[in-house]
């Protein structure tokens, strides 16, 4: 941002050829770091224990509906389909922070849909526990080296810093995912396996 916007002011203003690109490139990397403060405002709210859940009963199947249509036209894009390998025609009632859990199946299915090469899928599946829903996001994209596996929940870790750099990010989204799920009292498991693809797997009370 800094660079923008010294480049302009040392004469950049002037240059046609640079003036409104520097401009849209500084506004964009603004946009970015606002992201990344809320991030990781998310991340301390929930360590210091300040983060208090509004729980609720709702159907889990029309929150994924709901995720579906926020990232359609970015898996469009990416040709990417979007899936959902449950009965439709039941509902799945589950006891939790709407607003949180739709943030932590917003990061996992936007990153299922930005790491893979495209004509891929992005699959969601509810799975009956008694007591729980296990809530399963698939991918058949990149997947994940072991090693890196159990790292992938660190903040600010990434895979692969040139094909991740590639497709933007900051390496926050399932460090959030993680907290969010632990502090409904559950947790979060990844299995993947690299050319074949990933899936990641958390539980929520039934309602
Ligand atoms: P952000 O989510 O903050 O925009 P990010 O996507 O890089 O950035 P995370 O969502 O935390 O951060 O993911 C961390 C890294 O894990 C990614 O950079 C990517 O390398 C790898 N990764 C995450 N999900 C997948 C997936 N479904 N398939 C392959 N690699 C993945
Ligand atoms: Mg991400």
Redesign the pocket.
């Known amino acids: 941002i800094q660079g923008y916007i010294l480049t302009l002011l040392e004469g950049g203003l002037d240059d046609p050829d640079i003036n409104h690109l520097y401009l849209v490139k500084a506004e964009k990397s603004i946009d970015r770091m606002i992201q990344v403060v809320k991030?990781l405002e998310y991340i301390s709210r929930v360590e210091s224990g300040e983060l208090e859940l509004v729980r609720d009963d709702f159907d889990l199947a029309k929150l994924i509906d709901e995720v579906f249509d926020l990232h359609e036209m970015r898996a469009k894009k990416n040709k990417i389909k979007l899936m959902q390998a449950y009965r439709n025609d039941l509902s799945y009632m589950v006891n939790a922070d709407r607003k949180r859990i739709l943030q932590v199946l917003s990061?996992?299915v936007?990153?299922?849909i930005?790491?893979?090469s495209g004509k891929g899928y992005v699959k969601i599946d509810i799975l009956d526990m008694e007591r729980h829903f296990l809530i399963e996001v698939a991918?058949n994209?990149?997947?994940?080296p072991a090693d890196?596996q159990k790292r992938?929940?660190e903040r600010f870790?990434?895979?692969?810093k040139s094909?991740?750099r590639e497709?933007?990010?900051?390496?926050?989204?399932?460090?959030i995912?993680k907290h969010f799920v632990e502090a409904h009292g559950q947790t979060i498991n990844i299995q993947?396996e690299v050319g074949r693809?990933?899936a990641?797997t958390f539980t929520l009370n039934k309602a």
């Not at 870790?157 to 692969?160: E, G, I, L, N, T």
């Not at 497709?167 to 460090?175: C, M, N």
């Open positions: 991030d990061n996992l936007i990153n299922g930005k790491y893979s991918d994209g990149f997947g994940i890196d992938i929940f870790y990434r895979v692969d094909r991740s497709e933007g990010g900051t390496g926050l989204g399932l460090s995912a993947s693809g990933t990641f």
